[in-house]
Every structure is written in structure tokens, then in C-alpha cells.
């Protein structure tokens, strides 16, 4: 059957998250659906089970491959999904012996991981502007060795459109954290109708009938006298460290 033809019948969704392991490599949460031929407003068939799905899902790990272009230094590769491939049926798998899962505790388990960074995995969450700066990172070693590969890859003219030096704090990953298909959940479009509608209603948590009127005021910018200290002696030792690593990376240089 084509996929043209499948939509016909089931139509298939999903939402993926990606998080960093201490390791510092992305480890992928995806929660998959599959539903009748309108979307997760129709049951699925009775042929759609979570079995024939789990094997979908496990074939496609396996049979997917993207071919890197050849690099002089690196050679040619292929780059695959591993085996580290775990799959759980969730629809109506019990939590507890008559609870279900919910629509709520599949949200809060895509939620958990959206709110981790490469700042978990011992990272930062800042570019990084030069090779010299990555050597006095507050990061882990095996963390720095990660980005120093980076910035060396993305200083290669064939890789130069993957721009990996302006990702070298992410460790080169330049996806991003949550996606999701078309018809998974809810869009931003309805979201943004249904906030417009609840706010032209004048609706509050005290009823339909109550308002609330507010007002603003310029009130000033910029820091306080004590954080206008703290900042400018965070400013003196970033300078000083700036300072320091050029000086010691120059003199690695000179010696013989």
C-alpha cells in the first residue's frame, strides 16, 4: 500500500523531543499515534494494533540512513539510528490497575524532557566564540573535547554550510527541542483564536461578568547600585579570563 493510499485508512502522528544524555548525545523521545483515516478524532481500525505499529516504528530505525558528502580529511560516511531503539505501547497500557493513560500524563512525559538543555549534560548555553574560549569553559572535560571536535569539523570548507561553529555549544545539534506533525494535538493558530476569543470575552477566574482594568507606567531600566556591582566585577573576570587564555595559548604556541 502507498502512503497516499494509507491515508485513506490510518493516519499516522507524532511529537519528538530531543535530550542530551551526560554523555552528550541526543537521545530522542517520540510518542507515536496512529488513528483512523481523519485524525485522533476517529478510532483506528481493528488492524492498526500497537504491535503492528511498534514493528513500523522499529523497521524504520532500522532501514533509515543519510549519506554524508565526501570530506578530504574525514572520508565518506553513512550515519544511522542505533540500536538503542525502545519502544512502549501507551494507549490504554495502565498506570495503575483502572487508571489509564491520559492525554495529561502523555503531555507531562514530553514535558520533562523539553525542559532539559545541553546545560544538563555539563555543557553551555551560550555560543561560543573562538577555539580559545572553549579551554576555559566551565564545562566537563568530556564536554570540552565535544565542542573542540565541533569547531575543528566546522572549520572545514565542506562543512561549512552546516555552520557547526555557531553551534559548537550545542555540540552541533541544531534541531530543535520539541517538534511535532500537523495533525498531532493542537496547532499555534487555534491556540492563539482560543486565547483572543477567552480575552474578548473579558472572562476571569471570578466569572464572565467581572473585568479587570490595567494600566502601566515607566517606572525605570538598568540595574540597581548592588547589581551594577556585581556586573561590572562579572565583566572583570571575564575580561581577565579572556586575557589569561590568549596569553597561555599564545605562548603554546611560541615554544618550540
Given at each position: 500500500m502507498t502512503q497516499s493510499r494509507l491515508r485513506e485508512h490510518a493516519r499516522l502522528s507524532f511529537a519528538k523531543v530531543a535530550e542530551y544524555q551526560r554523555r552528550g548525545a541526543i537521545h530522542f523521545h517520540a510518542v507515536i499515534r496512529l488513528d483512523g483515516a481523519t485524525g485522533p478524532d476517529m478510532p483506528p481500525r481493528g488492524w492498526a494494533t500497537d504491535v503492528l505499529l511498534t514493528t513500523a516504528v522499529q523497521a524504520a530505525a532500522r532501514s533509515v540512513h543519510v549519506p554524508m558528502p565526501y570530506v578530504g580529511p574525514l572520508g565518506e560516511h553513512h550515519f544511522r539510528w542505533g540500536a538503542q531503539t525502545d519502544c512502549h505501547p501507551i494507549n490504554g497500557m495502565p498506570r495503575t490497575?483502572?487508571?489509564?493513560?491520559?492525554?495529561?500524563?502523555?503531555?507531562?512525559?514530553?514535558?520533562?524532557?523539553?525542559?532539559?538543555?545541553?546545560?544538563?549534560?555539563?555543557?553551555?548555553?551560550?555560543?561560543?566564540?573562538?577555539?580559545?574560549?572553549i579551554t576555559w569553559l566551565p564545562v566537563s572535560a568530556h564536554v570540552r573535547s565535544l565542542m573542540a571536535a565541533c569547531w575543528r569539523l566546522g572549520?572545514?570548507?565542506?562543512?561549512a554550510h552546516l555552520r557547526l561553529c555557531a553551534w559548537t555549544h550545542t555540540l552541533g545539534f541544531r534541531g530543535h527541542a520539541l517538534t511535532k506533525s500537523r495533525r498531532y494535538s493542537t496547532t499555534y493558530t487555534a491556540l492563539r483564536a482560543d486565547r483572543t476569543q477567552h480575552a474578548s470575552k473579558g472572562e476571569t477566574a471570578d466569572?464572565?461578568?467581572?473585568?479587570?482594568?490595567?494600566?502601566?507606567?515607566?517606572?525605570?531600566?538598568?540595574?540597581?547600585?548592588?547589581?551594577?556591582?556585581?556586573?561590572?566585577?562579572?565583566?572583570?573576570?571575564?575580561?581577565?579570563?579572556?586575557?589569561?587564555?590568549?596569553?597561555?595559548?599564545?605562548q603554546s604556541r611560541s615554544r618550540p
Open positions: 490497575d483502572d487508571d489509564p493513560v491520559s492525554d495529561q500524563a502523555v503531555a507531562a512525559y514530553v514535558a520533562k524532557y523539553v525542559s532539559k538543555s545541553v546545560g544538563d549534560a555539563g555543557g553551555t548555553d551560550r555560543p561560543v566564540a573562538s577555539a580559545e574560549e572549520r572545514l570548507s565542506e562543512l466569572g464572565p461578568d467581572v473585568f479587570t482594568k490595567s494600566t502601566w507606567r515607566y517606572v525605570g531600566s538598568g540595574h540597581t547600585s548592588g547589581e551594577s556591582l556585581l556586573a561590572s566585577g562579572i565583566a572583570e573576570d571575564s575580561k581577565l579570563n579572556r586575557i589569561t587564555s590568549r596569553e597561555l595559548s599564545e
